[in-house]
């Protein structure tokens, strides 16, 4: 966002001011207006939603969640013996 944009943050998680994208569908160009928020979810999992509308219409909704995962590297495994061998 060249310009910025005004963030509330508060207990539920935050959400960004309405802004608007200029989406080019085919040779026409169009301006949505975009309203984006986010949680956080009591297993930590962050949610992020962002609704588009045309004058007041919804015309697409994004939906994105994304939790922790362990990155610990694996313990190396020993190769199995094959019977027989010594």
């Given at each position: ?14 959400r ?38 045309w004058h007041?219409?919804?015309v ?14 694996l ?6 013996a094959?019977?027989?061998s010594t």
């Open positions: 966002m060249p310009d910025g944009a005004d963030v509330t943050i508060d207990e539920r998680g935050y960004i001011a309405p802004y608007h994208v200029l989406a080019p569908i085919g040779p026409m160009r169009f301006i949505l207006t975009s309203r984006d928020e986010a949680s956080v979810e009591p297993d930590g999992t962050l949610r992020y939603t962002a609704r588009l509308s007041g219409l919804p697409a909704r994004l939906e994105m969640r994304a939790r922790p995962v362990d990155t610990a590297p313990e190396p495994h020993m190769p199995a094959l019977s027989g």
